[in-house]
Structure formats: structure tokens, C-alpha cells
């Protein structure tokens, strides 16, 4: 079955790693037009680089680092080559640290703040008006917003105000057409932790506590986005959908 994504011109932040990545392959493979954003040149966007290739159809790669609005002004500058419109804007950047709150300096707090929270607004204000009716923004939260944990505060308010951000976007842009829904995963292995003792502590863990007694895969929160900037989920907005494997 077509998600008629085909041709749709949709932008993602964080692409070049994890679950961003995971999210390119999935739209370029559904035949969305990509354009995914990196901050960091590496080897793994040069691998993604050859891996759109691949896929074929149309895509590109632009560095910014999203919480800084002189560099979301130039990266939309070079969006406007790509692209006239953005049908899907995917909010995936993000980035954690684990600190006591006693010990977290306002530098750190700011830092994932930035990211976290800032660089969708930033990131969304300066896409709403290349997108149409019909179109959507899709948040990367997290299910840690409604959980709490020690060690992650800063993590946590960041990501439970990008809920609060989701709900009240989805009420303005509503009379648009346009929708806006957050994706709030658990916990998902990605590349970044590629030491194996790790990745088993963590398997061991965490999977127990999942009812589907296995941590998540990037391409399970890449269906869910497909579902979400597709048509089959048009009567849905301000959704928060939970991708945790039943914890
Ligand atoms: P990764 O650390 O693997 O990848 C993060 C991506 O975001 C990288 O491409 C990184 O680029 C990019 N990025 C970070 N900061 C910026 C910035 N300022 N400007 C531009 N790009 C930036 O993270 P995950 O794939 O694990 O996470 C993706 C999203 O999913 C995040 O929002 C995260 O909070 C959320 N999430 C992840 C979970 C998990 O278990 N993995 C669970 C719940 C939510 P660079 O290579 O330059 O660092």
C-alpha cells in the first residue's frame, strides 16, 4: 500500500544519526523528497550520503546546528534550493546528558534546553509558512517527559515542554490544515552505543521491563513517523504517540 508520500518534500533535523537516520531511510524508501539536517560532518553522513544515493530519488544534506537561529536562517536559505514547501518537518535533533541537579551548571542546562526546546520552535517558525494544508510537524519528545527520573531534569523539562508545544501548536495550526503530532519513544538502541558490554547491560537492563521483552529499533519509531506524516493518520493532531514496547 502507497503512504503517498511520494514527492513530498520533508525536512528532518538530527538526520545524520539514531533514530533520525533510522526516519530518513524510512521517507526516502516511501519516496519522499529528503532533506536531512546534520551538524556534524562524519563519516556516518558521508555513509548516508551514499546510502540516499542508493535509495535513489531526490534528497540533500545540510549542516546547522538547530539551536542557534542564525544557523536555522542559513540552513532555510539553503532549504529554498531544495524545496518550495515543506510537507513534513520532523523535530528530531536532541541531545542528553546524565547530572545530578545539584551539580548541573546553567551552561548545561541551557545547552539541552537549546536543543531540545528551542530549536523547534525555531526550527517550526521558520518552516510554518513553507507548509501547506495537509501538511505536518512531527515532534521527537520522549516517554521520559511523563515519567521523571533522577539525573535527567534538564533532559526531561526539555522534552515535556516540547509536549506543551505540541498540543498548543496543533490547536493554532489546526484552522491551516496543518497537523502536529509528538512521537515519544523509550528506550532505542542506536549506533551511539556501540561498545558490546554496553549495549548488553543495557539490553539487560531495560528490555525486561518492556512487555515486548526488547529495547527499540530506529526503524520502529520510523513507522510510526511514516503513519503520522501520512495520510492515514489525517484526522489525527496533538497526539502524543508512545513507542516504548509496552513498558
Ligand atoms: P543521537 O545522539 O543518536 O542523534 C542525535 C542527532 O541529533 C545527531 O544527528 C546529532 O548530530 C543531532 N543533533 C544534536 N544536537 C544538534 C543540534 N544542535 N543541531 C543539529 N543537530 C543536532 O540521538 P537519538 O537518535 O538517540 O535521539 C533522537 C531523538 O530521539 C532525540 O530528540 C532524543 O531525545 C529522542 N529520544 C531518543 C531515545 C533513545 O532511546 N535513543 C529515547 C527517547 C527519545 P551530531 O552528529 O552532530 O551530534
Not at 546553567?106 to 534546553?113: D, I, M, T
Not at 519528545?141 to 533532559?155: E, F, Q
Request: no cysteine; aromatic share 4%; glycine share 10%.
Amino acid at each position: 500500500m502507497s503512504l503517498g508520500l511520494e514527492g513530498k518534500n520533508v525536512l528532518v533535523t538530527g538526520g545524520s544519526r539514531g533514530i533520525g537516520r533510522g526516519i530518513v531511510h524510512a521517507l526516502a524508501t516511501a519516496g519522499a523528497n529528503v532533506a536531512a539536517v546534520y551538524r556534524t560532518r562524519s563519516e556516518a553522513v558521508d555513509q548516508l550520503e551514499r546510502e540516499l544515493k542508493e535509495i535513489g530519488g531526490k534528497s540533500t544534506l545540510i549542516q546547522a546546528d538547530v539551536s542557534d537561529s542564525a544557523a536555522v536562517e542559513q540552513m532555510f536559505a539553503e532549504y529554498a534550493e531544495f524545496a518550495d514547501t515543506v510537507d513534513v518537518l520532523v523535530n528530531n535533533a536532541g541531545t542528553i546528558s546524565h547530572i545530578p541537579f545539584q551539580e548541573l551548571t546553567e551552561a548545561e542546562w541551557r545547552r539541552v534546553l537549546d536543543t531540545n526546546l528551542t530549536a523547534p520552535f525555531l526550527v517550526s517558525q521558520r518552516a510554518i509558512p513553507l507548509i501547506p494544508a495537509g501538511g505536518s510537524i512531527i515532534n521527537i519528545g520522549s516517554k521520559l517527559a511523563r515519567v521523571g527520573l533522577p539525573l535527567r531534569t534538564h533532559y526531561i523539562a526539555s522534552k515535556a515542554g516540547m509536549e506543551g508545544l505540541n498540543r498548543s501548536l496543533a490547536k493554532e495550526l489546526g484552522p491551516k490544515q496543518i497537523r502536529v503530532n509528538l512521537v515519544a519513544p523509550g528506550v532505542i538502541e542506536t549506533e551511539a552505543v556501540t561498545d558490546p558490554k554496553v549495549l548488553a547491560a543495557m539490553r539487560e537492563k531495560y528490555s525486561n521491563l518492556t512487555a515486548l521483552g526488547r529495547l527499540g529499533q530506529t526503524d520502529d519509531v520510523a513507522g510510526v513517523v511514516l503513519f503520522l506524516a501520512s495520510d492515514l493518520s489525517k484526522y489525527m493532531t496533538g497526539e502524543i504517540v508512545t513507542v516504548d514496547g509496552g513498558i
